[in-house]
């Protein structure tokens, strides 16, 4: 193609001069010529190319002799020999020695900007060929101007270094300021844009210094060059200019006056990189990438599929193949003979047997120095002269050529020269500061924008299926098909996007700035062609705000007439003028980051190169100084004592000036950003003292993308991570702190002194020792698997491996419930692997929208714009005043006509035009935020506001961005468009408690509470470290709430309060009680300058819960006050030395196995909480230990086996995560001293982990041997916990206390006759609102659960549902529901299974039905009187007994009645009043008093339930004092919780109850009233040890059989239906129901020490079938069980009578000792009833009892160690199935009458049926003088308490008890199961044998609704799977078919 040509081509003559002699010179006159090269004569030409300098001297002027020198005075060339334009070329001057051994080839082209030097393009056997750019090479007007300027060569050879300045030499001058004076200069060249100042250097138009001929650039002696300008009288220093070569190119400013010295008037230093020594860049491929000096180049796209590219000559034809591809027919000539992969050829057009290879691919080398590009393709064919032939091709970017094609230039000596212009020659990275042009006071830097090349590029979403990628001063990187010139490309996303459709929409390359009022926006030109006229190209506006409410690039979606032109705005702190902020205590805030020095406390010092030592601290007084107080020292010399004065740089440089002492000189030290400085680095100058320190705390932090996009079109946002510290810990003791999206946050506790200022992750080691972990350096990367990396470099150097900077990778993982990030593991090279499964990671979902009235709603927030329609707005720019309004006509003086109805009036003088008509307004969201458009008629002008947040204040601000005279842009800070703080760390210290919130944010509902209030309730809804989820109930609450008010009555929303920051500051601790403070609710209705807040108080409490928050009463003090009990207001716990079983909290037995990890070169097994038992057989080294944790096994041929952890074991519970460090392991063999191999284990929550997921290997650290092991764990993921409130018809219900503790968190549901028969055979468990905590609920994390057994020793649980949502009110008529989802697919593959329970008006408590199942979908029924409407719930009974209307029970508080309690400073009393003695001076008739002050009368009480607990409440105590801004009377609100381990329990005093409302907290066992059981005053009747597992009692009586069971319905083949519990049967057969399990109606009657149990039985159809039953259970002094009798029958109400120890009050019954003698004479009998066992047998299944009344069990062969654990006394064992369990242990209790003696062993083991309850073993010994003395005891039942009876009928007991127990009186028991004095059976006393008891069961299956859980025996399950050296595990299962539970 025809090229411009750069090259003259009229070369005729050139002056050289040519020394004959030392004293003769012959100098060839100019004859007329093109190119005149006397501008190039100059003293001390210097240049020098890699390791070879040269000396150029082109003569002119007697002192000069004209040769070309090596540095080492080698002399290369020294005459002139001519040129011929035939026998080489017209552009090239040739030197050459007379031998024609060396020659120099000077190869001119034209750059008209520059007087230019030569470039070492190649040199081969002496010949070097070099390029000159320069002016004199160009024609015409230009050659002329350019020459008439005073030009220098601008570079120095300087010691072993190259200083090119050349580049710096500039067309447009250089600005700069000083004081008031505006200066403008040039670098070795005059100014040219200075209209009467001919200098290079110029005060306004006045002259200051010029460049003369001898003005020379100079080295000095640390490195740096400068350059002294001359007086404009040409003598003396004008102005001295020094030039320093900064750290990096982010570095670098412009010039900075500096104090004068050396003589000169003026001092300027400049950091430059082109003041670094420049650097010979080589590539062996078609790229070349260096950092440091900002290249990035890239020609592999010149392959184009293997192209061959031509380029012709006047006689021969040239073919160059590029970057991977060949010339196929030149491949033939190579030395060897061989065929080679040649790159350039040369032919003859004629002759087709001529081909010449000029250049291998294998030899093929790209170099880059000093903009100059050059290939060189070498070893080509040997020509004539002995050389190989070559080719150089000289690149020049040309952003307009495309490929391009090479152009020959010449050859000589066999090396061909070609030039080849094209756009891939193009630098991909470009200088990235600005000046504003208007305003060279404001410097802007852009570089904190740039992305690495190898980085995620800035991302937009344009529409739905189209992605823009962005770079700011360099190209888009390695963006799959894009360009790799573009700085804008856009290309489709998705899975089928189409990869063709790729545009590229502005080359890097074409890059410019401009400025326009606020906004500079930046062009790149020239992309792939958009139309016939012109190519794509893309404008990037930028807008300042601050680093908090930076929005990325966001496109401008306004319509433009131009579809080639592509706008983008972006609002970021870059775009912010540098500006400082000095705060005088050695820290200044410059664009939004302070700059902290504080911590640079130790004295520096520096040296000149003469010795000279400066001393200096510019943060404190030096602590070895010159003189007292002094800050600055020269040796001894004061030169400051003055604090220094801070300031900021261009390009972020900050300095410390210190004023001196009189008549001494400045002192300045410099900050430079230096990453790689661990301790600052002292740098000195000569010129003046200016002193520089390298320190990583004068580097600003990187802006980094919190949006990004992935290229399937997938949005993530982490803005909401921001602003706070993230913390991993590893159980070594080491934490590890991070930040996301910004900088640590040093001024918390945990961070605080982290090295390294600016830095994102830091590590605190064991001993407290903090750790810089690195810097963010570039945008997150999301990978193909959808995780999202963070990655932070240049840390701390690493002691250790490579010693490189450490670094931190941090990989985000999409999950639904948040979990505490874990520290994975950390190399030998100190890469730390960080992995946090949080929602943050998942895709958010974007939204456009439109809004109305002034408001509109984004993203589930609504902003409300309405207080800005009042707020006049102008701002003025370039003489033109622009007055706006927002949603409201422009407020204008003067009313100009034109602007009548105007929104955007501009006003210039008397002119006035409206740019937008307020009926022409619409506002809209987008990407970019929120937007108001006004246009006017015809749409001829159009104004675009865009709101931007300030949340720095209330102020608002207009301000002016841009006027394409079409459309203005304004932009608008203001914080009512500021976005709520969605969430905030929840994790925060207090000393050495961490506490961690986070499992009770809720993601899907909001927590509901409300106050009973006239003439409406008062509903609340609050989340914790949350804002309110916009719910249908929550719809109205301000937006950004955390927590809101609606009443009901008015239909007002208020909120209480919000979160202000998303750090964890809001979270405070008083005593011991936490609590959250939401502040800026709305305004305070008692007082208007106060703003509504909110506290919410949080109490531990430990064990499972369904978290919910009360309100505490109406707001008081405009303060609303909420209290929340749960665990998880706990510190987390600390490492602890473990042993395997529970810790902290979590049960390991269910993985007490042995497992096999593999990784590359080694298998692992684990061996987890057990003894090494027996491995496989292949294992023997590991076998032969006597344990181990893990073992290791080689791969290789030798199997090498070591120990990696020993038994030892440290384990750490962290928020959803485990970690397990396997110690004591063999010896580390390469780690230096005795160091022991360890195994950290690591497991965590991962909601979709299979219930049978292994561990897995995840890293090594060779330097001691510490191996990494991951778990991904189901069952340790938080039990999630949703609302379980909901409001119908403006009634609220509350469903949480149908997951009760009595039956282990979850319910049995039945299974309709309805449902399909498969389903008949399977059991379900419910749980309500939550993931069931039960260790008996199989489906870890679910809340349905089916179970099905294939057979006794195979069940299989399967989830049919997880907590996801709240309840919701549904359906017509309207019901409550809860759906459970899951992530299974259903039989059909495209439906997911799901559970659905639909709750309906009931009484009681009814149990869960299942009445359909298409097998995806399950639907339970469930009656509750829980979701009954309040008119038909029970009213509550008078005075201190209450009946508890959600489950229709009495509880009575009379119990605590007359007794005196304390709660800190307060007494109170409960349904009494206190006594006299007892006021402590409060009013007679107070129930709580403090201080004098009574806080609630007796005489003014009221019991009620509160959403399952009991409240009393006093009122009408003391009037508030009118002082405490309060009004009406104290009061005071006791609330008793259930807790059936408190026992009577105390009262708590809740210390954030407002000022007149005192509330108090108390957990007791005496309120706790569960199924079939009774509370009469403490004592607990337990009416389960009367209910079978086996079958209902029957009775006989009147022609009638009855069957009852008192606590569970009837089964099925009792025929009597459903929830029927008692049954009876007439003579002829008639089967009827007479009474209802959930009718159970217990009462004490304590006139007759009796206790009534009343049931009844209605018909809605036939009244007169309705029956009732009473059942009087009467104690009598037995210790029997007993039986019903029946007594009869009255009218519809059947009477029966039970005498049974269970309706004996607690000092009915009586406790003895041992009973000594008792056992003394069964012992001393003839025949010891326990000297032998037998075994009795039954039809089917058999059970053996060993009882061992002395000593725990012990030297039985069939029995493990389950039995054989050191405690047990009776134990359970069935040999079919290898089924033992503990039934009892040593502690016993006894009782005893004249004819029994009682004996109550309890267990270790948990009751499934009762879950509060353990399994206990009864014995009663009864007289039988009929019995054979060596009888043996009879296992007569198992109650549904767990209870196992056993009866033992000796004729020794026929003696008197009281005798037989050696005169000892018999005990009292005090109330309260805990003041039962336990005794243990010593062995050393009684000797007892082994007793074996057996018993005949037959097996029944019961698919009733009664709390039996049977025991899996699948994987899940492995939590009862016991193994035993030598035998097969024992599968646990229960003795009957209503299995046992652990």
Avoid at 286 to 303: A, F, M, R, W
Avoid at 711 to 724: I, P, R
Avoid at 1059 to 1070: A, C, E
Avoid at 1370 to 1396: A, F, L, M, N
Wanted: charged share 20%; glycine share 6%; with cysteine.
């Amino acid at each position: 193609m025809n090229m411009p040509r750069s090259i003259v081509v009229e070369l005729l003559v050139i002056l050289l001069c040519v020394w004959k002699s030392d004293t003769q010179k012959v100098c060839i006159e100019p004859v007329k010529g093109d190119l005149d090269i006397a501008a190039l004569f100059w003293s001390n030409n210097a240049f020098q190319q890699a390791s070879d300098p040269f000396k150029f001297n082109l003569c002119m002027g007697d002192k000069h002799q004209c040769k070309i020198e090596l540095n080492n005075g080698t002399v290369i060339a020294n005459n002139y020999n001519g040129v011929s334009t035939t026998d080489f070329s017209e552009t090239l001057l040739t030197f050459n020695m007379g031998t024609g051994t060396n020659s120099v080839f000077l190869y001119f082209t034209c750059d008209p900007n520059t007087l230019g030097k030569p470039v070492l393009l190649d040199n081969q056997g002496g010949k070097y060929y070099f390029e000159w750019k320069s002016h004199i090479a160009c024609k015409g007007s230009v050659a002329t101007q350019n020459a008439a300027k005073p030009q220098m060569p601008c570079y120095i050879y300087n010691g072993d270094d190259l200083i090119d300045l050349t580049d710096m030499t500039n067309t447009t001058s250089y600005k700069v300021q000083k004081d008031s004076a505006n200066y403008t200069l040039n670098i070795c060249r005059n100014v040219t844009d200075v209209s009467g100042c001919d200098a290079a250097v110029c005060e306004g138009d006045k002259a200051v210094a010029i460049v003369t001929e001898e003005t020379v650039l100079e080295s000095a002696a640390n490195g740096d060059v400068f350059v002294k300008y001359a007086k404009p009288d040409g003598k003396d220093c004008g102005t001295k200019i020094t030039f320093k070569c900064p750290d990096s190119p982010y570095h670098a400013t412009g010039p900075v006056f500096v104090s004068p010295s050396d003589g000169c008037d003026h001092v300027i230093d400049w950091y430059t990189m082109d003041a670094c020594p420049s650097e010979d860049l080589f590539s062996s491929n078609c790229t070349l990438q260096n950092s440091k000096y900002l290249i990035d180049i890239d020609l592999t796209p010149l392959n184009n599929n293997g192209k061959v590219y031509l380029a012709s000559g006047a006689e021969f034809d040239y073919s160059i193949a590029m970057c991977g591809a060949s010339v196929q027919d030149c491949s033939l000539t190579n030395d060897d003979g061989t065929r080679g992969h040649t790159v350039a050829c040369q032919k003859k057009s004629l002759e087709s047997a001529f081909h010449k290879n000029l250049g291998m691919s294998k030899f093929t080398k790209l170099r880059f120095v000093d903009d100059a590009l050059v290939m060189t393709m070498s070893k080509g064919d040997v020509c004539s002269s002995g050389f190989q032939r070559r080719t150089i091709i000289h690149f020049h970017c040309n952003v307009t050529e495309g490929e391009g094609n090479p152009e020959y230039v010449g050859e000589t000596d066999c090396t061909y020269m070609f030039v080849w212009h094209t756009r891939y020659a193009c630098n991909r990275i470009q200088k990235c500061s600005f000046t504003n042009t208007t305003d060279p006071s404001k410097v802007y830097d852009f570089s904190s924008l740039t992305v690495a090349q190898d980085a995620t590029s800035w991302t937009v979403k344009l529409g739905e299926k189209k992605m823009a990628y962005i770079n700011i001063c360099a190209a888009v990187g390695h963006v799959a098909d894009c360009d790799p010139s573009a700085a804008v490309c856009v290309k489709e996303t998705g899975q089928s996007a189409n990869p063709s459709a790729v545009e590229n929409h502005g080359q890097a390359s074409t890059m410019k700035f401009s400025s326009e009022g606020n906004t500079i926006s930046i062009t790149y030109d020239h992309g792939s062609v958009c139309n016939t006229k012109e190519n794509h190209h893309s404008v990037i506006y930028f807008a300042c705000a601050s680093a908090d409410q930076s929005v990325g690039p966001q496109l401008r979606t306004e319509s433009s007439s131009n579809a080639c032109r592509h706008t983008y705005t972006w609002f970021t702190p870059a775009a912010c003028a540098q500006s400082t902020e000095g705060h005088g205590d050695c820290t200044i805030t410059d664009a939004g980051y302070t700059y902290d020095f504080n911590s640079l406390t130790a004295d520096l010092t520096a040296k000149t190169s003469d010795n000279t030592q400066y001393k200096f601290n510019p943060c404190s007084t030096l602590q070895d100084g010159c003189e007292t107080k002094s800050r600055f020292c020269e040796g001894n010399t004061l030169i400051s004592k003055e604090i220094p004065e801070l300031a900021v740089e261009n390009d972020h440089v900050v300095t410390a000036k210190f004023n001196p002492e009189s008549g001494n000189p400045s002192a300045t030290v410099r900050y430079i950003c230096d990453h790689t400085a661990e301790e600052p680095k002292v740098i000195t100058s000569d010129n003046s003292i200016t002193v520089e320190v390298n320190t990583t705390l004068a580097c600003a932090p990187k802006t980094v993308d919190c949006k990004p996009i992935d290229s399937l079109g997938n949005a993530y946002d982490f803005s909401g991570l921001k602003g706070t510290n993230w913390k991993a810990s590893s159980v070594d003791g080491m934490s590890y702190y991070f930040s996301i999206c910004s900088t640590l946050d040093k001024d918390l506790s945990d961070v605080k002194g982290c090295p390294g200022g600016a830095i994102s992750a830091c590590q605190r080691t064991s001993d407290g020792t903090l750790v810089n972990l690195g810097y963010a350096a570039s945008n997150p990367v999301i990978q193909s698997t959808g995780t999202v990396l963070f990655h932070y470099i240049n840390g701390k150097k690493c002691a250790h491996g490579n010693q490189t900077p450490r670094q931190t990778m941090i990989t985000l993982s999409c999950a639904q419930v948040e979990s505490q990030p874990q520290m994975i593991s950390e190399d030998l090279n100190c890469n730390y692997n960080i992995l946090w499964h949080t929602p943050k990671a998942c895709p958010v979902q974007s939204s456009s929208a439109t809004g109305e009235d002034c408001s509109i709603v984004k993203n589930e927030i609504k902003y409300d714009l309405t207080p800005l329609k009042s707020k006049p707005l102008q701002t003025v720019f370039k003489g033109t005043t622009y007055n706006v309004g927002i949603c409201s006509v422009a407020k204008v003086q003067g009313n100009p006509p034109n602007c009548a109805n105007s929104a955007v009036c501009a006003s210039s003088g008397s002119t006035s035009n409206s740019f937008g008509e307020l009926k022409k307004e619409s506002l809209y969201s987008e990407e970019g935020g929120i937007k108001l458009k006004y246009e006017t008629d015809g749409n001829s002008k159009t104004s675009i506001i865009t709101f931007t947040c300030n949340a720095e204040n209330d102020q608002t601000e207009l301000r002016f961005l841009s006027n394409d005279g079409v459309i203005v842009r304004f932009q608008v800070s203001t914080p009512y468009v500021c976005p709520p703080v969605e969430s905030a760390n929840c994790r925060r210290t207090f000393g050495d408690d961490t506490f961690d919130l986070s499992s009770l944010t809720l993601h899907g509902a909001n927590y509901i509470s409300r106050l009973r209030s006239t003439p409406g309730d008062i509903y609340y809804y609050t989340n914790i470290c949350h804002r309110l989820i916009a719910t249908t109930e929550a719809a109205g609450c301000p937006a950004g709430s955390a927590a809101c008010m609606y009443n009901s009555s008015s239909k007002q929303y208020t909120s209480l309060g919000k979160l202000t920051s998303n750090k964890p500051d809001f979270i405070h601790k008083m005593g011991s009680f936490l609590y959250l403070q939401y502040d800026n609710g709305d305004k305070c209705p008692t007082n208007n300058s106060a703003l509504l807040q909110t506290l919410i108080l949080l109490r531990c409490v430990e064990g499972p819960r369904t978290s919910r928050i009360e309100v505490g009463t109406a707001i008081k003090d405009c303060r609303q006050d909420f209290i929340l009990e749960s665990p998880a207001a706990c510190p987390v716990k600390s490492p602890v030395n473990a042993k395997c079983g529970e810790i902290a909290g979590f049960d390991t037995n269910a993985l007490k196995k042995q497992y096999r990890i593999s990784s590359e070169e080694h298998d692992y097994i684990l061996n987890f909480c057990q003894n090494s038992g027996s491995l496989d057989s292949d294992v023997k080294k590991c076998n032969n230990q006597a344990m181990f944790g893990v073992c290791q096994i080689s791969k290789s041929s030798g199997h090498e086996e070591v120990i990696a952890g020993g038994p030892q074991l440290t384990a750490m519970k962290e928020t959803s995560q485990l970690i397990f460090n396997f110690t004591g392991g063999a010896t580390c063999a390469h780690a230096t001293g005795n160091v022991e191999r360890n195994v950290v284990l690591t497991m965590f929550c991962n909601e979709y982990a299979q219930s049978d997921s292994q561990p897995q290997f995840v890293s090594e650290d060779p330097r001691d041997c510490t191996y990494y092991i991951s778990w991904p764990r189901r069952d340790l993921c938080p039990h999630r916990s949703m609302p379980c409130r909901v409001t119908m018809n403006g009634e609220l219900f509350d469903l949480s206390s149908l997951n009760r503790a009595d039956k282990d968190y979850f319910t049995y549901a039945t299974v309709s006759s309805s449902v399909d028969e498969k389903y008949q055979g399977k059991y379900y468990q419910l749980s309500v609102c939550s993931a069931a905590p039960s260790k008996n609920f199989k489906c870890a994390g679910a809340a349905v659960c089916e179970v099905t057994e294939k057979d006794s020793e195979h069940v299989i649980h399967k989830s049919l549902g997880y907590p996801d949502d709240s309840p919701i009110v549904t359906g017509d008529p309207q019901h409550i529901e809860i759906i459970y989802p899951t992530q299974t697919y259903c039989d059909d593959k495209k439906s997911k299974i799901r559970s659905v329970i639909k709750f309906t008006c009931g009484s009681g408590m009814n149990d869960p039905e299942l009445v359909s199942s298409d097998g995806c979908t399950y639907e339970f029924k469930w009656e509750t009187s829980l979701v009954c409407p309040s008119t038909s719930k029970p009213t509550p009974t008078s005075g201190c007994v209450f009946t508890k209307p959600s489950i229709n029970k009495i509880v009575d508080l009379s119990i605590f009645t007359n007794k005196l309690y304390k709660a800190g400073d307060y007494s109170l009393k409960v349904c009494s009043s206190l006594s006299e003695s007892e006021l402590s001076g409060c009013p007679a008739g107070t129930a709580v008093c403090k201080g004098a002050v009574s806080f609630g009368s007796a005489a003014e009480y009221k019991i009620y339930e509160e959403f399952g607990n009991i409240r009393l409440e006093y009122d009408n105590g003391e009037s508030c004092r009118e002082d405490d801004n309060s009004s009406g009377n104290r009061k005071s609100i006791i609330e008793f919780r259930c807790n059936k381990t408190a026992g009577e329990g105390q009262p708590i005093y809740l210390p954030t109850s407002p000022r007149c409302v005192d509330r108090f907290s108390w957990e007791t066992s005496y309120i706790c009233v569960e199924d079939c059981e009774l509370n009469y005053k403490g004592n607990v009747f337990n009416f389960q040890h009367l209910s079978s597992v086996y079958k209902p009692v029957t009775v006989t009586a009147d022609g009638y059989e009855f069957t009852m069971d008192l606590c569970k319905s009837l089964k099925a083949e009792h025929k009597c239906g459903n929830y029927t519990n008692i049954c009876a049967k007439s003579s002829d057969g008639t089967i009827y129901p007479i009474a209802l399990t959930n009718t159970f109606e217990p009462q004490y009657q304590p006139e007759n020490k009796t206790v009534l149990l009343k049931y009844s039985y209605s018909d809605e159809k036939s009244p007169a079938n309705n029956k009732q039953v009473n059942i009087r259970l009467v104690c009598n002094g037995t210790l029997d069980t007993g039986s019903p009798t029946f007594v009869s029958k009255t009218g519809s109400t059947y009477n029966f009578k039970w005498v049974t120890y269970v309706a004996c009050l607690d000092e009915d019954l009586h406790e003895v000792p041992l009973g000594f003698n008792l056992f003394k004479t069964l012992l001393q009998s003839t025949n010891p009833p326990f000297s032998r066992s037998v075994v009795i047998t039954g039809d089917q299944t058999e059970y053996k009892y060993y009882i061992s009344l002395g000593a725990p069990l012990h030297d039985i062969p069939e029995l493990s160690q389950e039995c054989l654990d050191g405690n047990t006394t009776v134990c359970q064992y069935k040999h079919e199935n290898t089924f033992e369990r503990s039934i009892g242990a040593q502690a016993a209790k006894y009782y005893a009458n004249e004819k029994q003696l009682q004996m109550i062993i309890s267990s270790k083991s948990k009751c499934g049926r009762v879950g509060s309850d353990t399994v206990t073993s009864l014995i009663n010994f009864k007289c039988d003088s009929s019995a054979s003395e060596d009888s043996l005891p009879v296992n007569t039942n198992e109650m549904a308490s767990c209870r196992y009876l056993f009866e033992w009928n000796l004729p020794q007991l026929c003696e008197p008890l009281s005798s037989a127990a050696g005169g000892t009186q018999s005990k009292r028991l005090s109330p309260g199961v805990t003041a039962v004095i336990v005794i243990i059976v010593l062995a050393s006393v009684i000797s007892l044998a082994t007793v074996i008891v057996c018993r005949l069961k037959r097996r029944r299956r019961y698919n009733g609704p009664v709390g039996y859980d049977p025991l899996s025996t699948d994987d899940d399950t492995t939590g009862l799977i016991t193994a035993v050296k030598g035998r097969a595990p024992r599968l646990y299962h229960d003795d009957d078919d209503d299995d046992l539970l652990i």
